[in-house]
């Protein structure tokens, strides 16, 4: 479990966190949303223990971060956003020399090697340098670094970065299951990656936290108006006006043959049916009805700007 | 003691995978040997004093080198926030990171033998013990320069800037008894006792004193102490 209380971070003059507070429990995938400078990277830096807080604490199994450091690395699994690699290294060498910092024997980094092999997808690339590993292969050892000691936490900035469509999902995946035995905290630019991988998001802006839920109750919390749209044909002045006196707040624009109304409504107070009939009724044609909702993204837009 | 292992092994094969070591190994290797090669039969003594007055030169350009890229490579890549979060100790880190540097100096020494044979091949009355001595002033010295590299290589993320600033130190503890007569005299037995080439001298005599062996130890312990300060305080940047 991950226990973040009244954490701050400041560099010099400038607050990067401002006072956040969430619980993260084991089995949970947690998406970690921030736009560039939102505070994301900084909090989960001080996570792993690479920076200490300014104030607040960080607690992981009930140990603090600060006095148990050490300990806690142990059982921490840390994917940094750049994904720094020794590029000179075989990936061999490179996973055996993090096996070696956890004092792995022989036997488990076998077996660990091979989980790690098959769940990253690595089997092709054991023997070459990490340089001469492609951007998406570089990504799955910086995973496979992070994942070789079996830690209970995995902290992964930006996991998905560099890899194409069907390593996005071969990833996704892999998270998924992950997160059923493990606790994950993944941050990512990518608000569809978020939205199709983590049971819950936590939204930081400007060094706080603007919301924190799973992705239904963010949307049911933070979803605005609905935007309809319809096409009508057949729409004369007196119709026109008639439309306007029944559905208020409509905006009719005129097209060649026909006019196309949009209008904004709460989910509460759905007129399309009553649209449907009074086209119906006044003998025009409905050519076309469509709505949209706001999606994560909109919602972020809203949060963060 | 596993996690030093495990870096200086790491740090090590570095050296080999890249032309660093190669380079240093082969141009230290002919500078020393053009240098001792040419006065030795002209001197006519049978020693390696010229030896062991070109190499503690030759140091000052070469350690810095070979360790400019220890810590400063590592926070420019920026594995070095990988390192900070596996459970290794900074010191851990920083022991294993600058005995690989050591190693290194202490292979291109061994190939200076090459002339202690030569000595023994054209020489008489050879003082060994001299010339025990002698090598152990030199890989004290080496220690003590590759500890002041090393702590320099933390102080930046840049390794031509950590390069100079080491050249800059390594030099002060190299000139500091070559500075006695601008010293005032009252200071002049203190920085005369922080040089290194002061202690040197003593050991290619052939002495070895505690005071020399003391000095040598705690000014690597001072610089490898401060170099692990320097890694612990990017937390608080």
């Avoid at chain 1, 973040?4 to 949970?28: P, Q, R, W």
């Avoid at chain 1, 049971?199 to 605005?224: E, P, Q, S, Y």
């Avoid at chain 1, 709460?266 to 649209?275: A, S």
């Amino acid at each position: 479990m991950i226990q973040v209380k009244g954490l701050i971070k400041n560099y010099n003059e400038v607050e990067a966190v401002k006072s956040i507070d969430f619980t993260i429990n084991h089995g949970e995938v947690v998406g970690f949303l921030g736009a560039n400078g939102a505070g994301k990277s900084t909090t989960l830096k001080i996570l792993t223990g690479y920076l200490s807080p300014t104030a607040g604490e960080v607690l992981i199994e009930g140990l603090n971060i600060e006095n148990h450091s050490h300990e806690l690395k142990k059982i921490v699994g840390y994917l940094p956003e750049s994904n720094p690699l020794y590029s000179e290294m075989y990936v061999y060498d490179l996973l055996k020399f993090i096996a070696n910092t956890h004092n792995m024997n022989e036997d488990d980094f076998k077996e660990s090697l091979d989980r790690v092999i098959s769940q990253c997808g690595l089997s092709g690339v054991m023997h070459k340098t990490v340089q001469e590993c492609s951007k998406g292969y570089k990504q799955r050892v910086g995973l496979a670094c992070a994942m070789i000691h079996n830690p209970k936490i995995l902290i992964l900035d930006e996991p998905v970065t560099g890899l194409d469509p069907n390593q996005i999902i071969e990833i996704r995946q892999l998270i998924r299951n992950l997160g059923k035995e493990k606790l994950v905290l993944m941050s990512s630019h990518i608000l569809q990656e978020i939205e199709a991988t983590v049971d819950r998001i936590i939204i930081i802006d400007k060094g706080k936290i603007v919301a924190d839920g799973t992705t239904k109750k963010l949307m049911n919390k933070f979803m605005g108006s609905i935007r309809l749209t319809a096409e009508v044909v057949g729409m004369t002045e007196a119709k026109l006006e008639k439309f306007k006196v029944n559905f208020k707040k409509i905006k009719v624009t005129k097209l060649k043959n026909s006019h196309k109304v949009t209008m904004q409504y709460n989910k509460n107070d759905d007129p399309r049916e009553n649209i449907f009939n009074f086209v119906v009724k006044n003998k025009m044609t409905l050519l076309e009805m469509s709505t949209k909702t706001d999606n994560l993204e909109d919602i972020f837009r809203k949060l963060t700007h | 003691m596993n996690n030093i292992i495990n870096t200086f092994k790491k740090e090590f094969s570095s050296y080999f995978t890249s032309p660093m070591a190669y380079i240093f190994l082969v141009v230290f290797g002919l500078v020393n040997g053009y240098f001792f090669s040419n006065t030795f039969f002209l001197i006519g003594q049978s020693d390696l004093r010229s030896l062991f007055n070109i190499i503690p030169m030759v140091y000052l350009f070469f350690i810095p080198a070979i360790t400019m890229g220890l810590i400063a490579k590592e926070k420019n890549l920026g594995t070095m926030e990988i390192i900070c979060t596996l459970p290794i100790k900074e010191h851990e880190f920083v022991i294993g990171k600058y005995l690989a540097a050591l190693a290194l100096i202490l292979i291109g020494l061994i190939f200076t033998i090459v002339h202690f044979f030569t000595l023994v091949s054209f020489g008489t009355n050879i003082d060994y013990g001299a010339l025990f001595t002698g090598y152990l002033g030199l890989f004290f010295a080496g220690a003590v320069y590759a500890a002041i590299g090393t702590f320099s290589s933390s102080l930046f993320d840049n390794q031509v800037v950590a390069f100079i600033i080491g050249v800059f130190i390594v030099l002060m503890f190299f000139l500091f008894d070559k500075l006695l007569i601008f010293v005032p005299s009252f200071m002049a037995g203190t920085i005369q006792y922080m040089s290194v080439d002061y202690h040197m001298s003593n050991m290619s005599r052939g002495v070895i004193d505690t005071r020399n062996i003391i000095y040598f130890v705690s000014v690597v312990g001072i610089f490898l102490f401060a170099t692990v300060q320097s890694l612990s305080s990017r937390k608080w940047k």
